[in-house]
């Protein structure tokens, strides 16, 4: 009998029962499956939905949070929207000391209630979440400057998707081992040693989840997902521009948890005052055993290597790459490309930056392309979806923070401009700052300047010798600095397989040939994995065995029978 199955069912885990075992099938199918619609029609939310989630963000504007948790009292403000909308919500503060202590009295009756429970809470949490999705997609809009529509996708349905996919991997895992097991060895003539054995899921403890700006709730779910299921008390630590989002997060699950008669400091907001790097504290402090961080190479780093006493996942930078080396559908390339370079301006951790095409043309449906051509005809595709602002705008959104403005300013000064950026007036918010994508030529040696990441709506078309010269480019500079998406467009089979090759050696997944509806910023929960950990721009998956394995223990106990 698998561990949790010798619990009393617990109501919510009743409830939801059948939406864990769908988890649990599609992520050993990964076929295609979905929880929570995408679509924010009012066919499938209602009529008042999307209208009842705005008026619940704009009560938050200008105002306290609501969020009864352990704190000094004081408030802290720190969002700037980038669609220059006013925010100024002020959040309760708390000190590290004080956060990990409430979180830590919170773990024992936590980590009693078994597996079942937990799920059971666990997936009441991302059903009331799901209840909200209308008002979750207006914070993230407004924060991380997304457009409504990828807001409510990727930062509500999606989100809730890669919640659920974690808590299923979870599941799995903390239910592999027995909870009670029977053991009996002879003993010769006398009587067999008989023991009874029990095999306890114990959590690591307190876990640190730090949130990012473009992704507050996507890059966020899965980790505290992930350690709440296995019993870690979960102290959430927002980006300093996108609060919002993760405190509605916090306010909901607190709610779930106080209603189920658990302590809702299981989970606890962290909101930071200017300067004060809260993360860093919590990151070292010794009751933190569980760190998730999304963001800077940089601090990725810094977090691998100081916050020694804790497991620390990381999702950081890389150089996302595609080889171009022939196509069958050429119009169909150029739209795919043009596409991934315009959606959110580039601000994707997955959107692709270096595009290698060999400086003698490629071989298309439509006759032989030069270079040049075929760099034209992805600006192109960039143009036509850009040139009218108020179209435009639904796919660019706007620009998440000044450091993106910095580096489309310096990438002015390298190699020769394709397309150039352009400064859009968004035609219903005047205050938002939106800049069209730029696209920038660059030969082959000059890695000092491809070979570092541009986040933003910045790629560079690099002219290689030849396809085996773009395959060595992808080798060395992915293998060095690492991607989370790489993609190649050939019509010769032996490049693809070249090229999975190369893939797979350097550990970053793969897109062939796209043209059509799916693109290689994209995953789909539950089907596609989002990093690998097998190259430097992330040390973890979403979502693998791995990913939730080490947030738990199996601790026994045996007795004689």
């Given at each position: 009998?698998m561990?949790?199955?010798?619990?009393t069912p617990h109501?919510?885990?009743d409830?939801?029962a059948?939406t864990?075992?769908?988890?649990l099938?599609?992520?050993t199918?990964r076929?295609?499956?979905?929880?929570?619609?995408?679509?924010?029609s009012?066919?499938?939310y209602g009529?008042?939905?999307?209208?009842?989630?705005?008026?619940a963000?704009e009560?938050y504007?200008?105002?306290d949070?609501p969020?009864?948790?352990?704190?000094?009292?004081d408030r802290?403000?720190?969002?700037?929207?980038?669609?220059?909308?006013e925010?100024?919500?002020r959040y309760?503060?708390a000190g590290?000391?004080?956060?990990?202590?409430a979180a830590?009295a919170?773990l024992p009756?936590w980590?009693?209630?078994?597996p079942?429970a937990?799920?059971?809470?666990?997936?009441?949490?991302l059903?009331?979440?799901?209840?909200?999705?209308?008002?979750?997609a207006?914070a993230?809009?407004?924060t991380?400057?997304q457009?409504?529509?990828?807001?409510f996708?990727a930062?509500?349905?999606?989100?809730?998707d890669?919640?659920?996919?974690?808590?299923?991997?979870?599941?799995?895992e903390?239910?592999?081992?027995p909870g009670?097991a029977?053991?009996?060895k002879?003993?010769?003539k006398g009587?067999?040693?008989?023991?009874?054995k029990t095999f306890h899921?114990v959590?690591?403890?307190v876990?640190?989840v730090i949130?990012?700006n473009?992704?507050?709730?996507w890059?966020?779910?899965p980790?505290l997902?992930?350690?709440?299921?296995?019993?870690?008390?979960v102290?959430?630590?927002?980006h300093p521009r996108?609060?919002?989002?993760?405190?509605?997060?916090?306010?909901?699950?607190?709610?779930v948890l106080?209603?189920?008669?658990?302590?809702?400091?299981l989970v606890?907001l962290?909101?930071e005052?200017?300067?004060?790097?809260?993360?860093?504290t919590l990151a070292?402090?010794?009751?933190v055993?569980?760190?998730?961080f999304?963001?800077?190479t940089?601090?990725g780093?810094?977090l691998?290597?100081?916050a020694?006493?804790?497991a620390?996942?990381?999702?950081?930078?890389?150089l996302?790459?595609?080889v171009?080396d022939?196509?069958?559908?050429f119009?169909g390339?150029?739209?795919?490309?043009g596409?991934?370079?315009?959606?959110?301006?580039?601000q994707?951790?997955?959107?692709?930056?270096?595009?290698?095409?060999?400086?003698?043309?490629?071989?298309?449906?439509?006759g032989h392309?030069?270079f040049?051509?075929?760099?034209?005809?992805?600006?192109g595709a960039?143009g036509k979806l850009?040139?009218d602002?108020?179209?435009?705008v639904?796919l660019t959104?706007?620009?998440?923070?000044?450091?993106?403005?910095?580096?489309?300013?310096?990438?002015?000064?390298?190699?020769?401009?394709?397309l150039?950026?352009?400064?859009?007036?968004h035609?219903a918010?005047?205050?938002?700052?939106?800049?069209?994508?730029?696209?920038?030529k660059?030969?082959?040696d000059d890695?000092?300047?491809?070979?570092?990441?541009?986040?933003g709506?910045?790629?560079f078309v690099?002219?290689?010798?030849?396809?085996?010269h773009?395959l060595?480019i992808?080798?060395a500079?992915v293998?060095?600095?690492?991607?989370?998406t790489?993609?190649v467009?050939?019509?010769?089979e032996?490049?693809?397989?070249?090229?999975e090759?190369a893939?797979?050696?350097?550990g970053?997944h793969?897109?062939c040939n796209?043209?059509?509806?799916?693109f290689?910023?994209?995953?789909a929960?539950?089907?596609?994995?989002?990093?690998?950990?097998?190259?430097p721009a992330?040390?973890?998956?979403l979502t693998?065995g791995?990913?939730?394995a080490n947030?738990?223990r199996i601790?026994?106990?045996r007795r004689?029978v």
């Amino acid at each position: 009998m698998m561990a949790g199955m010798t619990e009393t069912p617990h109501p919510l885990y009743d409830r939801h029962a059948d939406t864990l075992n769908r988890a649990l099938t599609a992520i050993t199918e990964r076929g295609y499956w979905s929880a929570y619609p995408e679509s924010p029609s009012p066919r499938v939310y209602g009529e008042t939905a999307a209208a009842d989630g705005k008026a619940a963000f704009e009560a938050y504007l200008n105002g306290d949070f609501p969020l009864d948790q352990p704190g000094s009292g004081d408030r802290v403000a720190t969002e700037t929207s980038p669609f220059g909308l006013e925010l100024n919500v002020r959040y309760p503060h708390a000190g590290a000391d004080e956060l990990v202590a409430a979180a830590s009295a919170a773990l024992p009756a936590w980590r009693d209630a078994g597996p079942q429970a937990r799920v059971g809470v666990c997936l009441e949490i991302l059903d009331r979440l799901h209840k909200h999705i209308f008002e979750l997609a207006n914070a993230v809009q407004f924060t991380s400057g997304q457009a409504f529509v990828m807001a409510f996708q990727a930062g509500g349905a999606h989100a809730l998707d890669r919640a659920l996919e974690a808590l299923a991997y979870a599941y799995a895992e903390m239910t592999r081992h027995p909870g009670t097991a029977g053991w009996e060895k002879a003993a010769g003539k006398g009587d067999p040693l008989r023991m009874t054995k029990t095999f306890h899921v114990v959590p690591r403890g307190v876990a640190l989840v730090i949130g990012c700006n473009t992704f507050p709730t996507w890059n966020s779910y899965p980790g505290l997902f992930a350690s709440l299921v296995t019993g870690n008390p979960v102290v959430v630590k927002p980006h300093p521009r996108a609060v919002l989002p993760l405190a509605i997060t916090v306010r909901y699950a607190r709610e779930v948890l106080a209603d189920a008669g658990f302590d809702p400091n299981l989970v606890l907001l962290a909101p930071e005052g200017p300067g004060e790097k809260l993360a860093s504290t919590l990151a070292l402090h010794p009751a933190v055993k569980i760190v998730d961080f999304t963001g800077s190479t940089e601090y990725g780093d810094w977090l691998e290597a100081n916050a020694r006493q804790a497991a620390v996942y990381t999702e950081k930078a890389g150089l996302n790459t595609v080889v171009v080396d022939s196509t069958d559908d050429f119009a169909g390339m150029c739209r795919n490309l043009g596409f991934t370079l315009t959606l959110y301006s580039g601000q994707m951790c997955t959107t692709s930056q270096n595009i290698l095409i060999p400086a003698g043309g490629i071989e298309t449906d439509q006759g032989h392309k030069s270079f040049d051509e075929v760099a034209a005809g992805i600006a192109g595709a960039v143009g036509k979806l850009t040139a009218d602002p108020a179209r435009g705008v639904e796919l660019t959104g706007a620009i998440v923070n000044d450091g993106v403005l910095e580096r489309l300013d310096e990438v002015t000064k390298v190699g020769e401009p394709v397309l150039e950026s352009r400064t859009v007036e968004h035609p219903a918010l005047p205050g938002a700052v939106v800049r069209t994508p730029t696209i920038v030529k660059l030969a082959a040696d000059d890695t000092a300047t491809y070979g570092r990441e541009w986040f933003g709506p910045i790629s560079f078309v690099i002219a290689t010798d030849s396809t085996a010269h773009s395959l060595e480019i992808m080798r060395a500079t992915v293998g060095e600095k690492g991607a989370l998406t790489a993609g190649v467009y050939s019509t010769d089979e032996a490049v693809l397989d070249a090229t999975e090759a190369a893939a797979v050696d350097v550990g970053v997944h793969l897109s062939c040939n796209l043209t059509g509806g799916v693109f290689v910023n994209q995953s789909a929960a539950f089907s596609d994995f989002h990093g690998s950990g097998a190259n430097p721009a992330a040390n973890a998956a979403l979502t693998d065995g791995a990913y939730v394995a080490n947030r738990f223990r199996i601790v026994q106990s045996r007795r004689h029978v």
